[in-house]
Antibody, heavy 122, light 111 residues
Framework: QVQLQESGPGLVKPSDTLSLTCTVSGGSISGHYWSWVRQSPGKGLEWIGC???????NYSPSLKSRLSISVDTSKNQFSLRLNSVTAADTAVYYC????????????????WGHGTMVTVSP | QSALTQPASVSGSPGQSITISCTGTSSDVGGYNYVSWYQQQPGKAPKLMIY???NRPSGVSNRFSGSKSGNTASLTISGLQAEDEGDYYC???????????FGGGTKLTVL
């Protein structure tokens, strides 16, 4: 079965770049949308953005100026880069697979990684 | 402030039924059948419970059902069990500011 695993630093300094990678195992990254969602401590879920396996991206407007999501089909991975981070970016970051395809667009997130906690602190 | 509005909390006794509402606009919930519901238990990743308004993924109990009327979607859990406790989030495709929107979440307590 398809599994997702987030990886990256757990601590990032303010104004630095947060970089995370999601590795997809047990299935191909092709033919799906792949998303990033975050959850600040004690708060709800926030959609960050998504990428289709062909590389088409869509970002949350509130993060768009600082955000980049990319895909590496040869490694079955997709990645997130968030620039100029502040304490407000402290959260658990989840990667997830979307049920949607290129015709339907994003649909629902059916497979999630366990999540990785990222703290922004000096 | 979340794009979709959910009640902060709901509660029910074992065996009862509860319904969680999720109110949006014609640009999201009311305009598309891409409404999904997620269950999140403490310290765990969200789990998809309902997609496309009323479809259940394989392995999800048929005690969970979804529906939609106008700009409001609903999740109903029948025959409440202690294991149903947790936070529930709705989500929808949106043609407005952002492509995907979440509700603020509803904490379900089984009394």
């Amino acid at each position: 079965q398809v599994q997702l695993q987030e990886s990256g630093p757990g601590l990032v300094k303010p104004s630095d770049t947060l970089s995370l990678t999601c590795t997809v195992s047990g299935g191909s990254i092709s033919g799906h949308y792949w998303s990033w969602v975050r959850q600040s401590p004690g708060k709800g879920l926030e959609w960050i953005g998504c990428i289709y396996s062909s590389g088409n991206t869509n970002y949350s407007p509130s993060l768009k100026s600082r955000l980049s999501i990319s895909v590496d089909t040869s490694k079955n991975q997709f990645s997130l880069r968030l620039n100029s981070v502040t304490a407000a970016d402290t959260a658990v970051y989840y990667c997830a697979r979307d049920l949607g395809d290129i015709l339907t667009g994003p649909d629902a997130l059916d497979i999630w990684g366990h999540g990785t906690m990222v703290t922004v602190s000096p | 402030q979340s794009a979709l509005t959910q009640p902060a909390s709901v509660s029910g006794s074992p065996g009862q039924s509860i319904t969680i509402s999720c109110t949006g606009t014609s640009s999201d919930v009311g305009g598309y059948n891409y409404v999904s519901w997620y269950q999140q238990q403490p310290g765990k990743a969200p789990k998809l419970m309902i997609y496309e308004v009323s479809n259940r993924p394989s392995g999800v109990s048929n005690r969970f059902s979804g529906s939609k009327s106008g700009n409001t979607a609903s999740l109903t859990i029948s025959g409440l069990q202690a294991e149903d406790e947790g936070d529930y989030y709705c989500s929808s495709f949106s043609s407005s500011v952002t492509l995907v929107v979440f509700g603020g979440g509803t904490k379900l307590t089984v009394l």
